[in-house]
């Protein structure tokens, strides 16, 4: 990638998708330090494609579905930018374990459909009232009707 006698050799290769009428569909080019060879670039080019789908769901849910990542970038003369960066991943990591692993949590999360009015009634419910226990404020956001905090 650079011009010096340490530069690590590395392989190119891009991948263009067109749909019956011609008109192309998919564009991504990829770098790596694995052989390309006519017997590896599909294999390769599907790694690349997923990781790259990966990445881009991930950053987007981070963006876009409550977790405001983007705002957190430029704050602070040192580490604030990193920290809250950092508290941000635990977050999604916390909320997806959560969403794999908790039925209260799925059925809460499926209570009011988009993740941010999830959060919206998450920090309401949290500050006006106190919980029993984990399972009694997932409850409650569920349905407020039924399990009254």
């Known amino acids: ?24 569909t998919y564009y991504n080019s990829f770098v790596t330090d694995l052989p390309v060879t006519a017997d590896t670039v599909a294999e390769l080019a599907a790694s690349g494609r997923a990781r790259w789908k990966i990445e881009n769901e991930t950053f987007n849910v981070l963006k876009t579905n409550g977790y405001n990542l983007e705002h957190n970038f430029g704050h602070g003369k040192k580490t604030l930018a990193s920290v809250l960066v950092v508290l941000n991943l635990l977050a999604f990591a916390f909320h997806t374990v959560s969403q794999l692993c908790v039925l209260a949590w799925r059925n809460a999360m499926a209570a009011w459909g988009a993740r941010y009015h999830f959060f919206e009634h998450l920090r309401s419910f949290t500050a006006l009232f106190i919980f029993d226990d984990w399972t009694h404020l997932l409850q409650s956001i569920e349905d407020p009707k039924a399990h009254p905090p």
Do not use: L, Q, T, Y
């Open 1 to 24: 990638m650079r011009d010096s006698k340490d530069a690590i050799s590395v392989n190119w290769f891009s991948i263009e998708i067109f749909n019956a009428k011609g008109k192309r």
